[in-house]
């Protein structure tokens, strides 16, 4: 694509010159970084709403914001995952403006309904076993889920995200997980 | 393949697939996930001695394993989708929002004020120094009061260069692209222009015959 300098066409630039340029106002440098990590903020997000139905709204502001503050990143070497900072937090956010009284104790100990062993049991590889898994666990425990494993939080960090305790945070994984390698367990 | 094995039970009541405490040394699956995200680090010889617990930590690092497995798979089938949703990202950052300071041109006119913005003016420097072939401009910083008719400027850019280009040569060539660009726009007066080499990448496309050009 973009072809900034003879024989070395901006999309094979490392982060740190793409943040510096963007931060200097090159949009070309600013769409390489939006084409390098926006496939995985989109599936991030889509992990933490639930759902696909806001991913492009989520993901647009998580940009605008990001080339608000590219400025003042100090360290280009983070820009992925400041990226993904910003996307959960735009993500938390409009979880949070959809429903702003979640109980969560009740989203979490109610749980969905009742788990569909089969469809796990007929998934085509692990991979897929995995992600019919996650749909059936509690809207709480998948988003913590996404937030550890997949943005790599710390629990203090989800818990001050999600304004919950952080042994609250510590349960809602350990359940998650336990759900997880229960239901990975009726695949083979 | 392997499927992820859950730990002994505590009874045989067919319905708890929750691992005893005791089985697990008094450990609970919480405190193994803790230990797992902690890297397993400092050592607790009552988690890595104990069977029980070793089949837990190898179920919770399985998961892992196949999270990251499926988050990748995602990615990739989102990259497969295409990149339709770029447009209206870029259509909806404030692009004047890097305009910088103002830096007067000298016109004939008396009435006449005429100004480029600090970021056209880094627009030049960039365009100017990914001009010389082989390197790529990164940030770029103008130091001095360029708000000042003819002010003096202290030019600083990053640059990655090319595997195989030479970094002395790529620099000089850089400062005077940079430098006869700035003469031929600008009124600044260019005190020094400051190469700073981040980076020597492998090209992905270039043909090696290319990169023993000077």
Known sequence: MSE??????LDTA???????????????????????????????????????????????????????????????SVVKSWLMRIVSRKSIDRVRARRPHVDVDDVDLAGPESATPSEVTEARSRTQALSIALTHLPEIQARCWALRELAEYSYDEIAAELDLPATTVRGILARARKALIREMEEWR | MTVPELPPRSSDDGNSHEPAEDALGGHTVEELSDYLDRGCTPPDPSIDDSPECQIVLESLQRLRAVSLNLFEEDVKVESERGFSWVGSILDNIAVDARAGRDIPVHHPSPSAHLVMSEGAVRGLIRAAGDSVGGVLIGSCKLEGDVTVPRASVVVTVEASVLW??????????????????????????????????????????????????P
């Not at chain 2, 030479?166 to 222009?193: C, N, P």
């Open chain 1, 4 to 9: 900034a300098s003879p024989h070395f066409p």
């Open chain 2, 164 to 213: 195989g280009e030479r970094i002395a040569d790529a620099a000089d060539r850089i400062r005077g692209a940079i430098y006869s660009e700035l003469m031929k726009h600008t009124e600044l007066q260019v005190e020094a222009i400051h190469v700073e080499i981040h980076d020597v990448l492998i090209a992905r496309t270039r043909p090696t015959t290319e990169l023993e050009t």
């Open chain 1, 14 to 76: 490392d982060d740190r010159t793409l943040v510096g340029r963007a931060a200097d106002g090159d949009v070309r440098a600013f769409e390489v970084l939006v084409r390098r990590y926006g496939p995985l903020m989109r599936v991030y997000a889509s992990r933490v709403l639930g759902s696909n139905d806001e991913t492009d709204d989520v993901v647009q502001d998580a940009f605008i914001t990001a080339w608000q503050q590219l400025p003042e990143l100090g360290d280009a």
